[in-house]
Nanobody, 124 residues
Framework: QVQLVETGGGMVQPGGSLRLSCVAS????????MGWFRQTPGQGREFIAA????????QYGDAVKGRFTISRGSAKASVDLQMNDLRPSDTAVYYC?????????????????WGLGTQVTVGS
């Protein structure tokens, strides 16, 4: 079974930055796309960003456009999320996700694999 592991979460002041990373722990993993969602208690998972493995297609959620940047990680099946100008409303558990078949999109249900999440807290 594919396992995704997120790292880099933590606490930061408003206006600060964090960089999240996600890597597939299973050997020889290959995905059509990888991305990030976030979730707060009682809410559904909100689309943040995604990119195809080629890097030719990149998409961001409206709430983070201009502040967050998704990029390929150093490992074969990995992805990073650079988060700048963080706001208290960015506080959430951030989840890495991967798509195997090309059916990825804004709905969380369109993705095939999920990490366990990493907490990001933006405190004033």
């Amino acid at each position: 079974q594919v396992q995704l592991v997120e790292t880099g979460g933590g606490m930061v002041q408003p206006g600060g930055s964090l960089r999240l990373s996600c890597v597939a722990s299973t050997p020889d993993s290959s995905f059509y796309a990888m991305g990030w969602f976030r979730q707060t208690p009682g809410q559904g998972r909100e689309f943040i960003a995604a990119m195809t493995s080629s890097g030719r297609t990149i998409q961001y959620g409206d709430a983070v456009k201009g502040r967050f940047t998704i990029s390929r990680g150093s490992a074969k099946a990995s992805v990073d999320l650079q988060m700048n100008d963080l706001r208290p409303s960015d506080t959430a558990v951030y989840y890495c996700t991967a798509d195997s078949f090309g059916g990825w999109g804004i709905p969380a249900a369109s993705w095939d694999y999920w990490g366990l999440g990493t907490q990001v807290t933006v405190g004033s």
